[in-house]
């Protein structure tokens, strides 16, 4: 089983598209979350999204989209977005979204595994460093957690009382690459594959990832989109002009 991983897509439909078009083949698709939020395509990606497949757990940004939490904990460009978003959707989009269920899920395809948006112990946390995922990776009772949430494509292991951080290293800023990662059946993991539609670890492109299931190999991949069409639905929306500049600078 070939499993392409998308998270964060944040309404970004010129980036989901390039990641669709370059993707190795896949047999299914799971979602980690933050569907919509920042980007101007909430309706067309939320739609697209639901063809690609049924798996998904909820973000900050769809449950803030979802009025079903308090849009004071997020920041004013952050807010903005969302309650634009939500004047956007469609009643049926809108539903949609509301009944989106919260992490850890587990599922049948991929056995010892569970799917998380921030931490298995809290949607809404931030893994960032190893040591933000020394904790989840030692109360997970599975071998892969799989997360979205911090923009940042990467891997936290833990062999034993070990623990050691991957963030896949590329050759060019501008082109499609991968970066092959063979998983241990012996080490814990913390996976992330990025943010197709709002990187924020300083590379512009599009982020995702492939997760073969009996070649054990997660594959990181990294593709350009057309930056300048989704910029100018952002500004075209009346969002706030950072949510396009960025874009550019994947921060
Ligand atoms: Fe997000």
Redesign the pocket.
Known sequence: MRILLL??I?ANLEALEACLDTAPAYDMVVNL??VV??GASPNQVIERSRKLGQIFVR???DRAVAGLTDLKDFNPIAGIAALWTREQLTPENMEWLQALPHGPLEIVELPDAQLV?GSPLDEDEYVVTLQDAVEPLLFSSVHLTLF??T?LQGAFSAEGARGDTTRPQYKTVGRSETMEFRLKPSVRYLINPG?VG?PRDGDWRAAFALFDTETQILTFCRTPYNLKAAQDRILAADLPHRLATRLAAGR
């Open positions: 998270s964060d944040h979350g933050d939020g920042y973000g900050n940004h948006h979205g949430h923009h943010s709002q």
